[in-house]
């Protein structure tokens, strides 16, 4: 009870300092923001129309961009984007690097699209302070970026159903607020790390040669 209660205590002071970094460390946060989501718009093929109906950048009213399809802002009347969930858009392309000037965002949900290519190496750049990331049901491929374990923040990390391949980055047991990690459905081998927190939800399902841990034994 008092484990519970003090790590508690531990996940409100994490969290108001995040929130105190965000805002005192992002002073030009909304012509950035906007610039993002065109980049997004224009680097992503969009057969289904999904973005091209609805974020229409004619309109100089501070908040306009809140109200596009999939963009959730800290408020709803400042341009300042804290969530973006595109999922099952039908969404065309590479990892939209334009993502790097939506510079507040704390969580991207891309999964369920046909995004293809290898997650950004220097991730950690582009999402500075994101806790949760979901590229899962796309055709990602080539390793996990160790440059991954860059992104102090995250507390769920879904890549599963993708094409990843390679180790996974042992680094990543060491993220200090991690909760759910799900890497099923890909080609990754070799050995799966070291979540120190007994707490951490893992998927490893479907990968032809991952092990060590509940795994058993690498070779
Ligand atoms: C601009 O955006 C605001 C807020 O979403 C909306 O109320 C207004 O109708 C929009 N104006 C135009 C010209 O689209
Ligand atoms: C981010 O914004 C800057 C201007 O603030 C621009 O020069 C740069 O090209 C943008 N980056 C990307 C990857 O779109
Ligand atoms: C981030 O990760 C890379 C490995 O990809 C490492 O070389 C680098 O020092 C790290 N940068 C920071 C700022 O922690
Ligand atoms: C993971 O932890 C166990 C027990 O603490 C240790 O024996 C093992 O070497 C660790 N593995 C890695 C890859 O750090």
New binding site residues.
């Given amino acids: 009870m008092v484990l519970v209660l003090s790590s508690w205590i531990f996940s409100v002071h994490v969290f108001v300092s995040f929130l105190l970094l965000i805002s005192c460390g992002i002073t030009h946060g909304t012509e950035t923001d906007i610039l993002c989501l065109k980049n997004i718009k224009n680097s992503i093929q969009d057969p289904n129309n999904y973005l091209t109906s609805s974020w229409n950048f004619n309109n100089n009213t501070e908040g306009y961009i809140c109200k596009f399809n999939g963009v959730e802002c800290w408020h709803p009347d400042e341009n300042r984007v804290f969530n973006l969930k595109l999922s099952n858009m039908g969404l065309k392309g590479q990892f939209p690097r334009g993502i790097i000037n939506c510079s507040s965002l704390i969580g991207l949900d891309l999964s369920v699209n046909d995004l293809f290519g290898t997650i950004p190496?220097d991730i950690?750049s582009l999402l500075k302070y994101v806790t949760s990331l979901d590229l899962s049901s796309n055709a990602f491929s080539g390793k996990i970026?160790?440059?991954l374990?860059?992104c102090t923040y995250l507390n769920s990390i879904k890549l599963n159903q993708n094409r990843l391949t390679g180790q996974i980055p042992l680094r990543l047991g060491t993220l200090p607020h991690i909760k759910t990690f799900d890497v099923s459905e890909n080609l990754l081998t070799g050995q799966i790390p070291n979540f120190t927190d007994g707490t951490v939800t893992v998927n490893y399902a479907n990968n032809p040669g991952l092990c060590g841990g509940s795994l058993g034994v690498c070779k």
Avoid: Q
């Fill in positions: 190496d950690s970026p160790d440059n374990a860059n």
